[in-house]
């Protein structure tokens, strides 16, 4: 052995022996007291164990929050890759209670369209004209029925809004600021609801109050379509926030509008209005300063809120232009163990109880509806556009599509593909020309399945699919249809009748795709009239 070798071993040897040497001694781990050297293998595989489980052991279908079956459609989604599946499912469909089932109709409205690759510039605007019931000055038809969801500058990367925001401008729809305010890198383009929390960043004063003129600055200087108070949200419901000073770059303070490297801390409530009547009046104030139509984002636990806001609304004139009901599965946001898991009620409950309060005072068909919580995957967008949301807002899966992998480390800005934390070395990974592609065919490609189902259920559109095209399994033997899941009336989760009639004219691009009719077959079609063609029975 040559003598470098001896001098590499015996050093190898020395350093084996001082970690064996520290093992024994320290008190804080009786696993390496009792095996040093050997016990750091533990901690090496706890440490990778994420990793292993994602890409080795587990299954397509078992995974949280999502699958790998549900990441690799959002992947080729995004990347304009066959996103099909062949042999089946392999979820467990007969054994899953609450497993949802879209029926599809023989004859309907629409025809579906064959090439795969139809739709996937397809139009697909709002059913509702967001602001118009309330007569608000800048009332205006969201052109996307899927838009990006909150999510601040700070939480995630300037790169990564920068990518979001000019998908969102590629794809035609509405980039949400996040509470974080309004950055440089949310003018890229896309138009913005400005989501106004409890710190009021970006729209507040030198004492952090809220100052109108600042929103109104703001409004003004960007394509700000609508104003969104946010007063809970799905991750961290009835928490507020910290951004430690380490990160509160000049940047950052100068987009908030708070000191540099000091701890940024959000309330957990509003300083502007302090029950139900008076946040109306703040909303009544906002739309008239600003002209725009204004809404709410919560999480739904406690109802009595939902009661007196309806009540209100139905008896006072005023109200809010459209709610965000945001589900307890959880979102971007970092929160605590308890919360993350068990405070705040899942999407479907949450909505469907505060659609029914809407609905029972009447006032349904004047709010435009959102969904957000794992709403980014087609079959769970369905439920909701049959409970009646109008549009759903997407996050994390528009985090997917723009490279996250699910490592889970959001909150310790140390994510290794550059989306959810503020290192430099980490987001300079992360390329938003090219992103913002893939968010983009991301969000075409999600609008395209939605328009798909709605036509094999017959219907123009994804907020006319009602109750009666989805079950709810039971079991294996058994299922449920929606509006009695969840109790809703007939009608309930559609537009008004006016509503339906505008969004079914505008979605004229053509549809179908068989083939011709044979000569006889036509004949015999035109003589045959909807109101004297023959039924079965």
């Known amino acids: 052995m040559s003598r470098g070798l001896r001098a590499a071993a015996a050093a190898a040897a020395s350093a084996v022996a001082a970690v064996a040497v520290r093992d024994l001694l320290q008190r804080d781990h009786a696993l390496l007291r009792n095996f040093p050297v050997l016990g750091h293998g533990r901690y090496l595989i706890e440490a990778i164990g994420p990793e292993l489980r994602q890409y080795v052991v587990a299954g397509n279908d078992e995974e949280r929050p999502f699958t790998r079956d549900q990441r690799r459609w959002v992947y080729a989604s995004a990347k304009k890759e066959n996103n099909y599946f062949g042999f089946g499912t392999d979820n467990d469909i007969e054994y899953t209670a609450g497993y949802p089932i879209i029926k599809h109709r023989t004859f309907g409205r629409t025809v579906p369209r064959s090439n795969p690759a139809s739709g996937l510039e397809a139009h697909v605007p709002c059913a509702k004209v967001l602001g118009a019931a309330r007569g608000r000055a800048k009332a205006f038809r969201p052109a996307s029925v899927v838009n990006i969801s909150g999510m601040s500058f700070g939480s995630l990367s300037g790169a990564a809004i920068e990518a979001l925001n000019k998908g969102a401008a590629l ?68 928490l507020g926030g910290l951004l430690p000073a380490a990160k509160v770059s000049a940047e950052i303070a100068a987009t908030r509008g708070i000191p540099q490297g000091v701890d940024c801390v959000s309330p957990s409530r509003h300083a502007e209005f302090c029950d139900t009547d008076s946040l109306l009046d703040w909303v009544e104030m906002l739309a008239t300063e600003t002209g ?5 984002k919560a999480a739904v636990g406690d109802l009595d809120f939902w009661a007196e806001l309806t009540t209100l609304m139905a008896t006072t004139g005023r109200g809010v232009d459209f709610v965000t009901i945001d589900g307890g599965e959880g979102g ?53 556009f049959a409970l009646g949301c109008d549009m759903v807002n997407v996050a994390r899966e528009a985090m ?11 909150h310790t800005d140390t994510c290794p593909t550059g989306v959810a934390t503020q290192n430099k070395w980490l987001t300079r990974g992360l390329d938003p020309a090219l992103k913002s592609v893939r968010a983009a065919n991301y969000i075409k490609t999600l609008r395209r399945d939605l328009l798909k189902v709605a036509e094999a259920c017959g219907v123009e559109h994804p907020g006319l699919i009602d109750t009666a095209s989805v ?58 009239t909807p109101a004297n063609r023959r039924r079965p029975g």
């Open 292 to 296: 725009l139509p204004v809404g709410i």
């Open 471 to 528: 079950e709810i399994l039971d079991g294996r033997t058994a299922a449920t249809p929606l509006d009695q899941v969840y109790d809703y009336r007939p009608g309930w989760g559609l537009p008004s009748k006016a509503d339906q009639s505008a969004i079914a004219a505008l979605m004229t691009e053509p549809q179908g795709g068989s083939a011709p009719p044979s000569d006889d077959a036509a004949r015999n079609l035109a003589e045959v």
């Open 171 to 238: 794809a035609g729809c509405l980039h949400n600021t996040g509470e974080g305010a309004l950055s440089p890198y949310h003018r890229r383009g896309g138009d913005l609801v400005f989501q106004i929390g409890t710190s009021y960043f970006g729209c507040r004063d030198e004492q952090g109050r809220f100052d109108l003129q600042r929103l109104k600055d703001q409004v003004a200087s960007a394509p700000v379509k609508a104003l969104e108070i946010k007063l809970s949200q799905g991750a961290k419901p009835s």
């Open 400 to 410: 997917l599509a723009i490279g996250c992998i699910q490592a889970q480390k959001c």
């Open 332 to 384: 971007t946001g970092a929160a605590p163990l308890i919360f993350t898991d068990t405070v705040s009620l899942p999407f479907q409950i949450g909505f469907a109880r505060v659609y029914r309060m809407f609905a029972e005072r009447g006032l349904h068909e004047d709010v435009v509806f959102v969904g957000a919580g794992k709403l980014g995957l087609p079959d769970n967008a369905i439920v909701a």
